[in-house]
């Protein structure tokens, strides 16, 4: 039978290859270390539980809830970019809750998107951030991912070879799967570019609270007029540790918060209110729940690009988010991506997301997750350190899985 349109229009999902071969040697009994999914381990703090708790024993909780969120989760929104950046928003109308931020960005394309529409998007990226559009019938056009002095002239080639003109912009800083982080000076020559060229901006800032060294990444939104032609979507997944409980929040231009408000108004009736009234509790809190979780993934990151590089493998230490962005082993690189992830499980009971599932311009890359504590770090680093010095000519010494099919 016949797959239909939308469906035809994704590719194979590439994790789900490694996640078979993953589940299958922990079935023969491999202890596998995953640094793949960007999946917390760490608790959710207990004072956001214990509101949880506290809540949901109210039967009036249990009823239909907000799908834009309850009042008193937009106003702790609100007053969280007041105090974080600096910027007012207004949460009556500039605010929205949703089901994580990879919920809002799929809904904020099927409100703006008419098909054929141009959106312009950094490659690689979080698969969503393109296959929103692309799942809405909107095409894309591929950006570099750096947020650096090429930026500029590759958005102005994209309006000249772009027909019809692209409707919107995606931006991703702290990058995921890239890790790099976008200065002020950046954001706002791209503010000044789109409102130049009558763009929208739809900025992914779920990494803002994951940073090391000491520099917060800034929100595009402090941009002066940024919020005449902005939408930024952030998550509380990883800043407290809440992953499967899916609340996340769209924030800016009130007429795209609109459009975003009225799709989710026929899809979804928000959050259980009990999660929304703990969200509001976290994002109201003293911030010592965020700098745990943030001095807990740093701890991680030194110890795995310490051990890896003694290891034999060199990877970049990122400035923010939890993760990695990690060039395969020259010796390994010609495999690509996804196969290196495959020997990596095979020899070294180690899995990582191959870079390839986050676009073809990943494919030299894999993307190393820091959700696993720094004994299991130093297990894997061991690991690889084993597997890199038994196949120094991985040519006559490590075969492909795909060769042996």
């Not at 750096?146 to 702290?174: C, M, T």
């Not at 000076?185 to 940073?211: H, P, R």
């Not at 800034?218 to 992953?243: H, W």
């Not at 997750?369 to 690889?384: D, K, P, T, Y």
Request: aromatic content about 8%.
């Amino acid at each position: 039978m016949e797959e239909f349109h939308k469906v035809r229009r994704l590719p194979p999902y590439v994790f789900e290859q490694v996640n078979r071969l993953k589940a299958s040697a922990r079935s023969k009994g491999a202890d596998i270390i995953d640094l793949g999914m960007g999946n917390p381990d760490l608790p959710t703090p207990k004072s956001i539980v214990d509101k949880l708790c506290e809540v949901v024993r109210d039967p009036r909780t249990h009823r239909y809830s907000s799908s834009r969120g309850i009042p008193g989760l937009r106003r702790a929104q609100a007053s969280y970019y007041a105090r974080r950046f600096g910027v007012k928003l207004d949460p009556e109308t500039q605010v929205v809750a949703t089901l994580g931020s990879k919920e809002g960005f799929a809904n904020m394309a099927q409100a703006i998107t008419a098909p054929g529409d141009v959106i312009m998007c950094p490659n690689p990226t979080y698969p969503i951030h393109a296959f929103g559009f692309i799942m809405s019938g909107g095409v894309i056009r591929s950006l570099q991912v750096e947020p650096d002095d090429g930026f500029i002239p590759a958005l102005e080639r994209g309006i000249r070879h772009s027909i019809p003109k692209p409707l919107a912009l995606i931006l991703n800083y702290p990058s995921n799967p890239t890790a790099l982080v976008a200065s002020l000076d950046f954001y706002k020559d791209v503010v000044a570019f789109a409102k130049k060229n009558d763009i929208i901006i739809l900025s992914d800032l779920a990494y803002s609270e994951i940073y090391f060294d000491g520099n917060p990444p800034p929100s595009v939104l402090q941009v002066p007029g940024a919020i005449d032609v902005t939408v930024e979507f952030t998550s509380m997944s990883k800043t407290f540790s809440m992953p499967g409980w899916r609340m996340g929040f769209a924030v800016g231009n009130e007429r795209l918060i609109s459009a975003l408000t009225r799709v989710k108004s026929y899809l979804d009736y928000g959050a259980f209110t009990p999660i929304q009234v703990a969200a509001a509790h976290a994002l109201n809190g003293d911030g010592s729940d965020i700098e745990e979780v943030r001095d807990i993934y740093h701890k991680r990151r030194d110890v795995m690009i310490d051990t890896f590089g003694r290891a034999g493998w060199t990877v970049p230490a990122p400035a923010a988010s939890m993760f990695a962005w990690a060039p395969i082993p020259e010796p390994f690189r010609h495999l690509g991506s996804l196969e290196f992830s495959k020997l990596l499980i095979e020899h070294a009971d180690v899995a990582v997301a191959p870079g390839v599932g986050f676009g073809e311009h990943g494919d030299d890359h894999v993307r190393i997750a820091l959700v696993e504590n720094e004994h299991r770090i130093r297990q894997a680093a061991r690991s690889i350190k084993r597997f890199l010095a038994s196949a120094a000519r991985p040519a006559d010494n490590v075969v492909p899985l795909a060769a042996r099919r």
